[in-house]
Each structure stands twice: as C-alpha cells, then as structure tokens.
C-alpha cells in the first residue's frame, strides 16, 4: 500500500489536490446555502489568512534556503521553526486547507465545507506522512 501511494503522491502534488478540490466544490455549490454579505466577508477573511500564512510560510523556507517541494524533502538543509511554525507543524497544508474551506463557502458548497476534513487527510496521507 505505501508503495501505491508513493507512486500517487507524485501524480497528485498538494497544489493539485488542491485545484481538484476547489473544482468539485464549484461543481457541487448550491448558491442558497450563501448568506450574501456575510459569506462573503467570512470567505474572504478565511482566504486572507490563508493565503498570508501560505505566502509567509514560502518566505520563511526561502530565507532559510531549504525546499518547498514535498517531494523532494531529502533536499531540505535547515528546520524552521519560527513564524508559522511555531503554532503548526504544517502551515501551508493547513492554509491551503483554509482556502478550500473559504472557497467552499463562498460558493454554497456543502458539499466542499463538509469535504474539509477529507482534504486535510488526503494531503496528510500522501504528503504529510512522507515527510515526517
């Protein structure tokens, strides 16, 4: 089975997982299931603070010259531990989790918002699992 997912892992980059998502989620919104105003500021907070500790979290590794690519995590040289890394052990994942999340709502999807959770496992079974 780990050899599965290790193969899968390299077809299904933690961007693209994402992607896939945000896709369905758009394919399954329901616009009734949204509050007009008041989504869209929680969307949009949501997407903010994701996107701000993604962005943050990319410039932490930069500074500290080590690899964001999850596939190749042999290559990283320094472990991070400031910034959003004080708080998660995984900051992008959990952005871009927050992202799906803000999309979801956004658009009406329950569907996406009570997929949330599948996401996070998925990204943790394929990626997080091989990192750690």
């Known amino acids: ?5 290790q193969k899968l892992r390299v077809w299904l980059p933690p961007p693209l997982i994402l992607l896939l998502f945000l896709i369905a989620d758009a394919l399954t919104a329901i616009p009734r299931f949204t509050f007009g105003a008041v989504t ?27 690899t964001l690519n999850p596939l190749h995590a042999e290559k990283s040289t320094t472990l991070v531990t400031g910034g959003c890394y004080a708080w998660s052990r995984n900051p992008i994942y959990l952005g871009m989790s927050g992202l799906q999340l803000a999309f979801a709502l956004y658009v009406g999807s329950l569907i996406g918002i009570l997929a949330a959770p599948l996401f996070m496992l998925v990204v943790a079974r394929l990626h997080i699992d091989f990192e750690e």
């Open 40 to 66: 869209i500021v929680i969307s949009a907070l949501l997407a903010s603070v994701s996107l701000a500790m993604i962005l943050h979290t990319a410039w932490q590794m930069r500074k500290k010259r080590t």
């Open 1 to 5: 089975m780990r050899h599965f997912l």
